[in-house]
Every structure is written in structure tokens, then in C-alpha cells.
């Protein structure tokens, strides 16, 4: 099946710093590629997805680029805000097309500090 | 309101007592799931539903049961909770020919 890696955290910046989240995936064929979000005592929220290769997911000042080269998603936000402080979840389809389970990375914590 | 609800939000139950987990929503959405968050570990399938008939068990379904009484309404069931069972359990539902997931707010259990 297909599987994702992401950077281990904690991951701690200075308000407006730059921030890059890796992700780094293995998969057959082409499949959609998600950001998950989860702030602090609450359930997962999508941030973004790209469902095609080249595609760039944004939202909320983040973004991430389906790069089929280096099979990777990385997440970046360009100057990061104490309310981006949360666990940051990479995600593809489990399988292949028609499966509709995803698997998620581990997560990487994320704390700005003002 | 919230599309998708999960009751209770905090339970902290004995070690042998019979739980049950309940997942509500109004999205509309045919497919249902039960994940399990522990630190560090990411989200761990549990069982999932494609419609009211059909559930399948996930990559760890040891201990667990399920029972979708409605196209809304998915519940997950620890007939003999176990102190390993501590954790964070979610709900998500999707829909179409999507891969797209929707949570709910999740469900913080203490097992002692």
C-alpha cells in the first residue's frame, strides 16, 4: 500500500518566520496528496489537498506542491502566527483509486512563540 | 452546528466495563470512519463503512465493534476496556469519488 513520511517534531519558530513541513511519499500511480490540521483540543481539519501532479494546494497562507520528481508535499507558510501553532498531518490514499481510506504521517507539532 | 458530532467528548471508564462511542452527522455523506490517535503514532484505522450494510475492520480492530444504525449514525463499541485503550478515538465521514475526509471533534477515553 501506499505509505507517507513527514519530519518528526517539535518544530518551534519566532512569529513570521518561515516555516517548511516535509512530507515525502510512496505510492502507486498518482494519487491525491492532503494537509491535515489539528489545533488543540480539537479534531482534524483539512488545510489543503492537490489531487494532480505539478497541482498546488493553498490555503490560509499555506501551500504545498505535488512534486512527482521527489515524491514529495511539502507544507510552507511564508511568515507563520501564533494561531498557525498546531499538529500538522500529511495524508494519501491508503491504495489505489476507489479504496477511499487514507493513510496519515505522524504528525509534527508545531509551536510559535511571539 | 457541526456536521459531524461525537458523544461523549471525555469518558474515563474501568478497566472490563462495556463502552460505546457514538458518531452523528448531517453532511449526507455515505462513508463513515473510526480512527484512533495516540502521541506520536498518527491516526490507526479501527473499522470503516461504505453504507449502512457494508463494514469493513481496519488495521487495528482487535477489541473493537461497530454498528452503523443509519447513514448518520456510526457507533463504536469496547466490550471489555483495557487500559491500552486510552486514547484519543475520532470519527470521519466522506463522500462521492472523493478521498476527502471530514472529522469530528473527537473522543478523549481514560481507561483505569
Not at chain 1, 14 to 34: D, K
Not at chain 2, 43 to 54: A, E, G
Not at chain 2, 60 to 86: C, H, M, W
Request: charged share 20%.
Amino acid at each position: 500500500g501506499n505509505s507517507v513520511t513527514q519530519m518528526e517534531g517539535p518544530v518551534t519558530l519566532s512569529e513570521e518566520a518561515f516555516l517548511t513541513i516535509n512530507c515525502t511519499y510512496t505510492a502507486t500511480g498518482y494519487p491525491s496528496l492532503f494537509w491535515y490540521v489539528q489545533y488543540p483540543g480539537e479534531g482534524l481539519q483539512l488545510l489543503l489537498k492537490a489531487t494532480k501532479a505539478d497541482d498546488k494546494g493553498s490555503n490560509k497562507g499555506f501551500e504545498a506542491t505535488y512534486r512527482k520528481e521527489t515524491t514529495s508535499f511539502h507544507l510552507e507558510k511564508g511568515s507563520v502566527q501564533v494561531s498557525d501553532s498546531a499538529v500538522y498531518f500529511c495524508a494519501l490514499p491508503a491504495s489505489g483509486a476507489g479504496s477511499y481510506q487514507l493513510t496519515f504521517g505522524k504528525g509534527t507539532k508545531l509551536s510559535v512563540i511571539p | 452546528d457541526a456536521d459531524v458530532t461525537q458523544t461523549p467528548r471525555n469518558r474515563i471508564t474501568k478497566t472490563g466495563k462495556r463502552i460505546m462511542l457514538e458518531c452523528s452527522q448531517t453532511k449526507g455523506h455515505d462513508r463513515m470512519y473510526w480512527y484512533r490517535q495516540d502521541p506520536g503514532l498518527g491516526l490507526q484505522l479501527i473499522y470503516y463503512s461504505f453504507d449502512v450494510k457494508d463494514i469493513n475492520k481496519g488495521e487495528i480492530s482487535d477489541g473493537y465493534s461497530v454498528s452503523r444504525q443509519a447513514q448518520a449514525k456510526f457507533s463504536l463499541s469496547l466490550e471489555s476496556a483495557i487500559p491500552n485503550q486510552t486514547a484519543l478515538y475520532f470519527c470521519a465521514t466522506g463522500a462521492g469519488g472523493t478521498d476527502t475526509q471530514y472529522f469530528g471533534p473527537g473522543t478523549r477515553l481514560t481507561v483505569l
